[in-house]
C-alpha cells in the first residue's frame, strides 16, 4: 500500500498530468492513424483490454480527481477506437495461429479478466487511484509491442512516433510518482523497466525502417 505520498506543488502535479495526457492522447490518435492505412492493428489485444479496463474502471468505477478523471474520458474514447480497428482487423492474424470462431470469445474473456484483475490489484493493495496497476500494464504493454513486432517482422501498424510519444507519454507520469512516492521500490523498477523496454523498442523500429526507406521518421 502506498502511503504517507510526499506534498507536491499543485502545479507541478498538474503540468506533470496534463503532458502525460496529451502524449499518451497524441500516441493512440497515431495507432488509429497508422492502422487504418496500413489497414492492421496496431496495439497488442492484452494492451487494449487493459487500457479499456483501466480507463473505464478509474472513470466510472473509483473516478480519478480531475484534471486526470477528464484524461480518462479522452483516453477511454481513442482506446475504443483502437478496440474497433482489433475487431475489424484482428481476425485475419488470429486465425493464422487459431480457428477463427475463438477470435471473438478469445477478446471477450481477456477483456472481462483485465477488468476484474485491475479492480482486484486496487482491493488487495488498497490502492483506488490505479498506480499499480496502470505501472504494471504499461510494462506488459512495452514487452507486448516488441513481441507484436518480432511476431509480424515488419512494421504494420507502428511507426517511430507512436514509440516515441508512448515513451514519453510515459516519463512524465513516471517522474510524477517518483516525487509524491521515492522510496516505493517496486514503482522504480517499473519505472525503469518501462523506460528500457521503450527504447528497446524504438531501435528495433528504427533500425527495421531503415533497412526498408533512407527516411524512416518520415513514416507518420
Known amino acids: 500500500m502506498l502511503q504517507d505520498p510526499v506534498k507536491l506543488n499543485a502545479v507541478i502535479a498538474h503540468i506533470l498530468q496534463i503532458s502525460s495526457g496529451l502524449f499518451w492522447t497524441l500516441t493512440y490518435l497515431l495507432i488509429i492513424r497508422r492502422s487504418y492505412k496500413d489497414k492492421s492493428y496496431g496495439m497488442p489485444m492484452v494492451a487494449i483490454c487493459a487500457n479499456v479496463s483501466w480507463e473505464f474502471i478509474f472513470s466510472f468505477v473509483h473516478p480519478h480527481p480531475l ?17 474497433v480497428q ?3 482487423y484482428g481476425k485475419k492474424e488470429f486465425s ?23 479492480l482486484l490489484i486496487s ?37 517511430l512516433y507512436i514509440a516515441l510519444s508512448k ?11 517518483y516525487l509524491y512516492f521515492p522510496h516505493s521500490y517496486l514503482l522504480l523498477l517499473l519505472y525503469a523497466g518501462i523506460f528500457i523496454f521503450d527504447l528497446v ?12 526507406t533512407s527516411h524512416p521518421w518520415r513514416r507518420l
Open 67 to 83: 484534471p486526470q478523471l477528464y484524461i480518462d474520458y479522452l483516453w477511454l474514447l481513442f482506446d475504443l477506437g483502437i478496440l
Open 86 to 88: 482489433y475487431l475489424s
Open 96 to 118: 493464422l495461429k487459431l480457428p477463427g470462431s475463438l477470435f471473438l470469445p478469445t477478446f471477450l474473456f481477456t477483456l472481462l479478466f483485465s477488468a476484474l484483475l485491475i
Open 123 to 159: 482491493r488487495e493493495f488498497n490502492e483506488y487511484i490505479g498506480i499499480y496497476a496502470a505501472f504494471g500494464q504499461n510494462l506488459v504493454m512495452s514487452v507486448l509491442f516488441i513481441h507484436l513486432y518480432l511476431k509480424r517482422d515488419n512494421a504494420a501498424g507502428q511507426s
Open 167 to 177: 515513451m514519453i507519454g510515459t516519463l512524465f507520469p513516471s517522474v510524477l510518482f
Open 201 to 212: 523498442y524504438l531501435l528495433l523500429l528504427y533500425f527495421r525502417l531503415q533497412t526498408l
